[in-house]
Nanobody, 124 residues
Framework: QVQLVESGGGLVQAGGSLRLSCAAS????????MGWFRQAPGKEREFVAG????????YYSNSVKGRFTISRDNAKNTVYLQMNSLKPEDTAVYYC?????????????????WGQGTQVTVSS
């Protein structure tokens, strides 16, 4: 079992930055690939970024590529999402998720554990 707790969300002006954190419980954090997803009101949950178990491979959706950076610290059981140049369309609840796969996937159903989410609101 893995429990995930996100933090770092908030209200920011367009062009600003936020860093989300996701703290994981359990001693096997390093064996999971991790992903960040987001869900805006009235929309489906979508993939944002993913990182392999070692951190050696990262993946991004086209909408955030070049602006967001995913990273992980296996010693701290934490995955991060650095979000720069934020836009109003980035407004959503952001979720971190863990998959038993060693390489992150964009497919929502392949993730086994989810956090409760953290709200990010970008004002124009």
């Amino acid at each position: 079992q893995v429990q995930l707790v996100e933090s770092g969300g908030g209200l920011v002006q367009a062009g600003g930055s936020l860093r989300l954190s996701c703290a994981a419980s359990g001693r096997t954090f390093s064996s999971y690939a991790m992903g960040w997803f987001r869900q805006a009101p009235g929309k489906e949950r979508e993939f944002v970024a993913g990182i392999s178990w070692s951190g050696g491979n990262t993946y991004y959706s086209n909408s955030v590529k070049g602006r967001f950076t995913i990273s992980r610290d296996n010693a701290k059981n934490t995955v991060y999402l650095q979000m720069n140049s934020l836009k109003p369309e980035d407004t959503a609840v952001y979720y971190c998720a863990a998959t038993n796969l060693l390489i992150a996937t964009m497919t929502l159903n392949e993730y086994d554990y989810w956090g409760q989410g953290t709200q990010v609101t970008v004002s124009s």
